[in-house]
């Protein structure tokens, strides 16, 4: 698997890591985005299928108990315009406390809830006709009569309904501490297998990232060391990385061009040694011809025929120096240019991975901003379940206060004696309705905890879910100062390519310069062939010739001396 990633491209090996850097942050944004559903359906089931239906009730208990007032006050009310307006009141309190019922059994309810409300409305209509019977013998002046019908009958089935509150209450307050451990539990269980996704998910992307990374920085600095070596003078060095990537292709290239150059300077080397070669035979020559000069007339023929092999030699010199010239200048000049192209696009391809790498942080820095925004409407939530709780602290006051206030009625009434006994009555009540107020309120008290406890769970996957965020964007940061490194040296390598080509130049001004000095040899030699014709009678001009011959030798030894020394500065 190894062996064919180093086999793909460079553009593929960056699109491949970051396609899956970004297919890790959707996984871990889906698994977020499902935990925040599933808390949001559990608070939205609180809400609404155990909240509305307690506040629900606490209204139909207030009221009842309002309405029970409302019965004892009429009963002891002797203004009969007064009496009709109690009694119109409580009328209307007993249509509200119905259309109570009704709104309950509208609400999304459990088996054992519909049970219990079928048996309220059924008993409901029983006391509807106590209450207004009840009313009816008030109207009519009978309050004791009235007073006892409603203690035998309409208390009992009031006492009947209010138990069915009761098992309402206690009903409610099950199914929110059912629904509110099973959150906890998904939340729990949801949060560790998110935790170990994420691990797993960094592990694997933390893994790709330096097996690409390896991928890239080793061979490029092999083809480092190689040039660097090459710039010090070595052509003997080999990439050796045969892969068909670009870095491979950029290897293999750089290798032909090594063994080119190697080439060349071997070749340079023997031509070098046949010009030395050649220069000593001229020397000797010349030597030679300058000691016989008296005997020049004798020797004419001998010495046509060895200028004539002179320029023979040097023809065959300056056309291996014209060859030579042109194909160090043709040769090397392309294979430098396809390195730097490679180079070139290396480095494109680098800066575009690295483009890449930003745009995959800036999608990591847009999902912290939803989480955050979430997170907020959360918090918003639990801010107004405060605000209940609230509320419902100052209806535990009102019922503590209504108690006190009946305990003291109760207290005045004992001391008025026979004609506080209705008083007593009425207080006793009013005590009771301040008793069910205090339950209820308490019991609402308990679903708000219950809801804010939910909520403070959702706040705390939140932050987790956020650290996480936070932690992908920072590991994808890191790949990106990766990819900067990688720019760095695909640029010295270029740098480096830049210096190759100067010493290549400098190696064709040598060889230009060898090429005109052999070409003045071949000057003099020509010069020499022709005065040899008439060297009976140019003697002098013979003399003459070979001191010029004796120069153009010395300065030819001078440039092969100093390409000699150029060249021992390579390694072939």
Not at 73 to 100: G, V
Not at 109 to 126: A, F, G, R
Not at 218 to 229: A, D, G, N, Q, T
Not at 411 to 424: L, M, P, S
């Amino acid at each position: 698997m190894i062996e064919k990633l180093r086999n793909v491209s460079v553009g593929k090996k960056l699109s491949l890591l970051i396609g899956s850097l970004i297919l890790f942050v959707a996984i871990a944004n889906a698994m977020s985005i499902n935990v925040l559903n599933t808390i949001t359906k559990n608070t939205d089931q609180i809400l609404e299928d155990r909240l509305v239906p307690s506040i629900i009730l606490g209204s139909y208990a207030s009221l009842n108990q309002y309405l029970h007032v409302k019965i004892l006050e009429d009963m002891l009310e002797s203004d009969l315009q007064k009496s009709r307006n109690i009694e119109k009141e409580a009328l209307e309190t007993l249509e509200k406390n119905k259309q109570h019922l009704a709104a309950y059994k509208e609400t999304r309810l459990s088996p054992e809830e519909e049970v219990l409300i079928n048996s309220m409305l059924s008993i409901y209509p029983k006391y509807t006709d106590a209450v207004t019977h009840t009313l009816e013998l008030t109207s009519d002046n009978k309050n004791q009569e009235a007073y006892e019908f409603f203690k035998t009958k309409g208390l009992t089935i009031l006492e009947e309904m209010d138990k069915l509150v009761d098992d309402l209450y206690e009903l409610n307050i099950q199914l929110a501490e059912q629904v509110s451990e099973e959150s906890s539990k998904e939340a729990s269980n949801t949060r560790s297998l998110l935790i170990f996704i994420t691990i797993l998910l960094m592990a694997i992307g933390a893994f790709l990232g330096i097996a690409f990374a390896r991928m890239i920085i080793r061979p490029l600095k092999k083809v480092s060391e190689v040039m660097k070596k090459t710039e010090e003078g070595d052509f003997t060095q080999k990439v050796d990385y045969a892969y068909a990537d670009e870095i491979g292709q950029t290897a293999q290239a750089i290798d032909r061009m090594l063994h080119t150059l190697n080439g060349f300077t071997k070749q340079i080397a023997e031509a070098t040694q046949q010009i030395t070669v050649s220069s000593e035979q001229l020397n000797v020559s010349t030597s030679q011809t300058s000691t016989a000069s008296e005997h020049i007339a004798a020797n004419a023929q001998e010495v046509a025929e060895g200028t004539e092999y002179q320029v023979q030699l040097v023809e065959e010199a300056t056309e291996s120096l014209n060859k030579m010239a042109q194909k160090t200048n043709v040769v090397i000049t392309s294979q430098v240019a396809s390195v730097g192209e490679a180079v070139g696009y290396a480095s494109q391809k680098s800066m575009e991975g690295n483009q890449a790498i930003e745009a995959a942080v800036c999608q990591m820095q847009s999902i912290h901003r939803v989480i955050s925004n979430l997170e907020h409407a959360i918090q918003g939530l639990n801010k107004r379940s405060s605000e209940i709780e609230q509320i419902v602290d100052v209806i535990s006051e009102i019922g503590k206060q209504t108690n006190l206030l009946a305990l003291n009625a109760t207290i005045e009434a004992a001391r008025a004696g026979e004609h506080g006994r209705g008083f007593i009555v009425v207080a006793d009540e009013v005590r009771k309705l301040a008793e069910q107020s205090a339950n209820s309120a308490k019991r609402i008290g308990e679903l708000i905890n219950a809801i804010q406890d939910e909520t403070a769970h959702a706040v705390h996957s939140m932050q987790r879910t956020t650290n996480e965020v936070t932690n992908g964007a920072t590991a994808v940061g890191e790949v990106g100062k990766l990819f900067e490194e990688i720019q760095t040296s695909v640029d010295e390598v270029a740098n480096q390519i830049k210096n190759v080509t100067s010493s290549v130049h400098s190696m064709t001004l040598d060889a230009e310069k060898i090429q005109s000095a052999v070409q003045s040899i071949n000057d003099a030699a020509l010069h020499s062939s022709s005065g040899s014709q008439n060297i009976s009678a140019a003697t002098q001009e013979q003399l003459v010739s070979m001191e010029e011959i004796s120069a153009s030798t010395g300065i030819l030894s001078q440039i092969v001396a100093d390409l000699r020394t150029q060249l021992n500065k390579f390694k072939v």
